[in-house]
């Protein structure tokens, strides 16, 4: 069993930044897949960012540019960077993690993951 456990997010304006961590705990596999989706309001639970332990990264198209992340293997913790936020990135971001490796597609299937977190709020003002 793995647990995540989620930190940052909060509120931002138009234009801002947000971090937002994630770090597992339990068990660990020497290879894994730690990664970010959300869900905003009235919406399917969308992929924005996947990273494993094998250097790959894929982020959604929606966030490509304005989003980056980076992964401490040694903390197994997931930082997402969010910047230039839009209004339409307000939505409720979840951790998420894969025992092995993810690809672009489980972005798009969020039943491909294994474990999640309980989520945390961002919200972007016009």
């Known amino acids: 069993q793995m647990h995540l456990m989620e930190s940052g997010g909060g509120s931002a304006e138009s234009g801002g930044s947000l971090t937002l961590s994630c770090a597992a705990f339990?068990?660990?596999?020497?290879?894994?897949?730690l990664g970010w989706f959300r869900q905003g309001p009235g919406k399917s639970r969308e992929g924005v960012a996947l990273?494993?332990?094998?250097?790959?990264?894929y982020f959604a198209d929606s966030v490509q540019g304005r989003f980056t992340s980076s992964l401490d293997n040694e903390k197994k913790t997931l930082t997402l960077q969010a910047n230039n936020l839009k209004p339409e990135d307000t939505a409720t971001y979840f951790c998420?993690?894969?025992?092995?490796?993810?690809?672009?597609?489980?972005?798009?299937?969020?039943?491909?993951?294994?474990?999640w977190g309980q989520g945390t709020q961002v919200t972007v003002s016009p």
């Open positions: 339990g068990r660990t596999d020497e290879r894994y897949c």
């Open positions: 998420a993690a894969k025992l092995g490796f993810c690809f672009r597609n489980f972005l798009n299937d969020p039943d491909e993951m294994d474990f």
């Open positions: 990273k494993d332990t094998n250097g790959y990264t």
